[in-house]
């Protein structure tokens, strides 16, 4: 853009073509930066023409758009997938998380859920759904541990929960959700990363994501994890007749 908003859309075209490809990005913190673009190396495999790697204003970039929404309308916004290698440390403990879960005892009428507490990147409590006596969840009991172990201590602050399973916002046998425990110690969390959300099998409408965000508490899926996440939450329930999910799923193509 020129002086007054003046522009040419074709200039501006054939650079922003460039970018990522010819050109790496630029910024004016870091106008000289090296950055992604064509490598020209191929893969042995596809024959696509690999990219070199990312740099700072590459970066920077994708944090700028990994998640925005808008100011005025609730009911607008954009979030990306985190990238892999972002993630690496997070994949770690959600497997932990999923090991945590395969503990659970199945059942028909509840989830398997694990749950892994985090400080500075080290575990301070684990837990799983059933783990204690009673209906209990897997962020109950992990809560419940460390402060058995830790009588009198409060959580450091800067926590981050991983679950397989994000937090309930709402029990049907009346016990406090796992979503309030978590806001009732919301300064000593950061993040709350999650596996899977909650189907709507039993509770509908969980209101985690929102009460978290709107609470300073981030929010975050972790990508790879939907598909395991949710085969051990349903691990011992009844699955739907085949006649019945066959004609169910002939109907859905008229």
Known sequence: MGK????IIEEIQEKLHKIGKTDPATSWLHPDG????MSGKFCDTCKAELYSDPGVNDLELYLHAFKYESSTDKGWGYETELP??????????MDLALEQANKCVPMDNAFCVGCVITHNGKVIST???RELEGNTHAEQNALAKYFDAHPGEELPTGCELYTTMEPCSFRLSGNMPCLNRILDLKKHFTTVYVGVMEP???????VSYDQLTSNGVSYLKVPGFQE???EVAKRGHKKPDVEVSAETERNDKQ
């Open 127 to 129: 837990g799983y759904t």
């Open 200 to 206: 709507g099998d039993f509770v509908q409408n969980n």
């Open 34 to 37: 090296s950055g992604e673009i």
């Open 84 to 93: 892999y290698w972002a993630i690496e440390q997070q994949t770690k403990m």
């Open 228 to 230: 395991k996440s949710m």
């Open 4 to 7: 007054n908003g003046d522009f």
